[in-house]
């Protein structure tokens, strides 16, 4: 059964950075997908960023694009979320999730943050002005 972990969250002002990780245990991860979503208080869950198996496909919010940068090391099993000059707006429960998907419908997956089948508990990014 497939375990995935989200640390590194925190509270930080606006301006400052923090690196969220994901460790994945018993899944094959290089076969994954993962994303980072997050959910702000009273908000829907919405996507963040979001790789394909391998990298290579990269997709960004519009919220977080040329702030964020997606990553992961596949021989460590994890996937990180470096978050630059964050902003009060940043403020939520930071998810990662994985699945296995083509390409072709990862962007829709991650936009909506629907089709990811193993998701962690969260970690908590607070952000002040």
């Known amino acids: 059964q497939g375990q995935v972990v989200e640390s590194g969250g925190g509270v930080v002002r606006a301006g400052e950075s923090l690196r969220l990780s994901c460790t994945v245990s018993?899944?094959?991860?290089?076969?994954?997908?993962m994303g980072w979503f997050r959910q702000a208080p009273g908000k829907e869950r919405e996507g963040v960023s979001c790789?394909?198996?391998?990298?290579?496909?990269?997709w960004y919010s519009a919220s977080v694009q040329g702030r964020f940068i997606i990553s992961r090391d596949d021989d460590k099993n994890t996937l990180y979320l470096q978050m630059n000059n964050l902003e009060p707006d940043d403020t939520a429960i930071y998810y990662c999730?994985?699945?296995?998907?083509?390409?072709?419908?990862?962007?829709?997956?991650?936009?909506?943050?629907?089709?990811?089948?193993?998701w962690g508990r969260g970690t908590l990014v607070t952000v002040s002005s």
């Open positions: 018993g899944l094959t991860f290089d076969n994954y997908a």
């Open positions: 790789t394909r198996r391998g990298g290579g496909f990269l």
């Open positions: 999730a994985a699945d296995r998907m083509s390409p072709e419908v990862l962007e829709h997956r991650c936009r909506t943050a629907t089709g990811f089948g193993y």
